[in-house]
């Protein structure tokens, strides 16, 4: 158990929906990063948030949003859903900022799997 | 951002030593290479992290040679419950570097 919960761990929905992720990082983790794994494919890094800010970004649609609360949760928002939305949604945390604060990993969820129909 | 390249996938049978090379020709001096594994519907879990020569844990060892222009993942004795996607990540310690994973190798084990 990585000590990330992610929520639900099942999702189906329809297209043209939109759903709302969850990740509870490890108990005093500052840093939450999402990812997307389509069937077969890689992990794609959407966005981190370090401390309720944005840090950084990747590859992330403009019909998803994220945030990050001040307890330090994080929200995936995908709207408007698509076939191809269908995938596995992880979450992971870290202390801090991987390579600046002397975090060397980061810990991920067991994924919420989305399938859109 | 160092770009890595793996074989896609290898195979061994249970007992051999595995060893999974990544090639990051642009490393910058103050990049780091790391190691994930992830099992299917399961997120990454790291294995090891090294800047240079030698790093060994309880799961693997890191070979990274004086260029550093690649680095070796050492599996030894793989059993069936290796079987996996190894990935490999290069990152700076300006923490700058966002955590980003390739297609990584796909690592089959047959009894």
């Known amino acids: 158990d990585s000590g990330v919960t992610q929520t639900p761990k099942h999702l189906i929905t329809a297209t043209g929906q939109r759903v709302t992720l969850r990740c509870s990082p490890r108990?005093?983790?500052?840093?939450v990063y999402w990812y997307q794994q389509s069937l077969d494919q890689g992990l794609q890094f959407l966005i981190q948030?370090?401390?309720?800010?944005?840090?950084a970004k990747g590859n992330i649609l403009e019909r998803f949003s994220a945030q990050q609360f001040p307890d330090l949760h994080s929200e995936l928002n995908l709207s408007s859903l698509e076939l191809g939305d269908s995938a596995l949604y992880f979450c992971?945390?870290?202390?801090?900022?991987?390579?600046?604060?002397?975090?060397?990993?980061?810990?991920f969820g067991q994924g919420t799997r989305l399938t859109v129909v | 951002l160092a770009k890595t390249t793996q074989p896609i996938s290898m195979d061994s049978y249970e007992g051999q030593e595995v060893n999974i090379t990544c090639s990051h020709n642009?490393?910058?001096?103050?990049?780091?290479i790391t190691w994930y594994q992830q099992f299917p519907s399961q997120g990454p879990r790291f294995i090891i992290q090294?800047?240079?020569t030698k790093v060994t844990n309880e799961v693997a060892s890191l070979f990274i040679p004086a260029d550093r222009k690649s680095s070796t993942l050492s599996l030894p004795r793989v059993s069936l419950s290796d079987t996996a996607v190894y990935y490999c990540?290069?990152?700076?310690?300006?923490?700058?570097?966002?955590?980003?994973f390739g297609k990584g190798t796909r690592l089959s084990v047959i009894a």
């Open positions: 990540l290069v990152g700076d310690s300006s923490g700058n570097t966002p955590l980003v």
């Open positions: 090294g800047y240079k």
């Open positions: 948030y370090y401390n309720g800010e944005e840090r």
């Open positions: 108990s005093g983790d500052l840093s």
């Open positions: 992971a945390s870290s202390g801090g900022v991987i390579g600046l604060t002397g975090d060397t990993e980061a810990f």
């Open positions: 642009n490393i910058a001096t103050n990049d780091y």
